[in-house]
Structures are given as structure tokens and as C-alpha cells.
């Protein structure tokens, strides 16, 4: 069976390397990197007193893992703005946590080689719980400095309405 259906002739997995992140309905400039989405559903054992020695198994509670997204310093406060909606020095008493709007919903999309979305991630109730604005900074160092948000979240599904797309194909003349 063909791992892909549109086309039927690509045998490589998509790559890690072409990907965007939306919220608000606007992308986020910059980000370099994306944590994987991970679940885990915890195993519930039980039997009953006649049962086998081994006990059955069956579906527990399942948790989301944090999600962090990674990005150079610039000039842009979109990460400045979402972790200051969680908490926010000196706004006051009563005003430093924004609970109307805090939480987001955000898109994680990935594209092929030749840049067409192949598939999207939605990811459901995201709140800031991490914030790195400046990383360490060493005067010896030569490497980009990397802020980062660590989002917890209440769960994410596949975009089904995301399909693959037609790759291009061309000739020689």
C-alpha cells in the first residue's frame, strides 16, 4: 500500500524543516523550532479475584505534553505580549493575569520540499507557562540568542481538512 495517495510515486517522509505557527489568524515570524506533539494515555490495571494472575488493562487518563516554540531575539513582542497575558509585573493588584484572554488556540502547519501544506496540527486551550525572553549571554560566544514560550495545552488534533497536496513535477526540454 502506498504511503501516500495523490502521490503515489514519493517514497521519502515528509521533512522536519519547512514548518509555520499561527495564532490569532497570523503567523509568528521567526520560530526555528517546534517541541514534538505528545500524548500519553495512563494504563489501569484491574482484575477480579478468579481472573489469571496477569491483570487486565484499559485506558486511563490522557495528558498533553507542553509544547515549546523556540525563535532568534528580534524586535517583535508577539511571545512578550501572549506571557504577559499569564503574568504581568507591575500591572497591579487584580490586573496581572489576563483570565478573558490568556488562553490560545494555535496552528502547527507542515509543508513538502517544494512548499506546499501537507499537514496542520490544531493545538486547543495553549497558555504560556515558560517564558525565556533573553537567553544566557556569553561574551566568548558566537551562537544566535534564542527566546522560547513553553505552552501547556488541553489537547491537539490532526486538520483533516488539510490533504495532500498534487507535488510538481518537471520536464526537460
Known amino acids: 500500500m502506498a504511503q501516500f ?8 517522509p515528509y521533512k522536519n524543516f519547512k514548518f509555520r505557527v499561527k495564532w490569532d489568524g497570523r503567523y509568528v515570524a521567526g520560530v526555528s523550532k517546534v517541541s514534538p506533539l505528545k500524548r ?4 489501569v490495571e ?9 491483570p487486565r488493562k484499559s485506558p486511563g487518563q490522557t495528558k498533553y505534553e507542553a509544547i515549546t516554540l523556540e525563535r532568534g531575539v528580534t524586535h ?9 497575558k499569564v503574568w504581568n509585573y507591575g500591572a497591579g493588584l487584580g490586573a496581572e493575569v489576563s ?4 488562553r490560545k488556540d494555535i496552528i502547527i502547519e507542515l509543508y513538502n520540499e517544494a512548499g506546499q501544506l501537507a499537514l496542520a496540527y490544531k493545538v486547543y486551550r495553549c497558555w504560556v507557562s515558560e517564558y525565556v525572553s533573553l537567553p ?3 561574551a566568548d560566544g558566537e551562537a544566535v540568542a534564542i527566546q522560547s514560550i513553553k505552552l501547556e495545552n488541553e489537547g491537539w488534533e490532526r486538520d483533516t481538512e488539510v490533504t495532500e497536496p498534487t507535488e510538481p513535477s518537471f520536464t526537460e526540454p
Not at 76 to 84: K, L, M, P
Open 5 to 12: 495517495s495523490v502521490n503515489a510515486e514519493r517514497f521519502d
Open 40 to 43: 500519553t494515555t495512563s494504563v
Open 46 to 54: 484491574h482484575r477480579e479475584g478468579g481472573d489469571p494472575s496477569s
Open 76 to 84: 517583535s513582542v508577539r511571545f512578550d505580549q501572549w506571557a504577559n
Open 99 to 102: 483570565l478573558k484572554d490568556f
Open 136 to 138: 544566557e549571554l556569553a
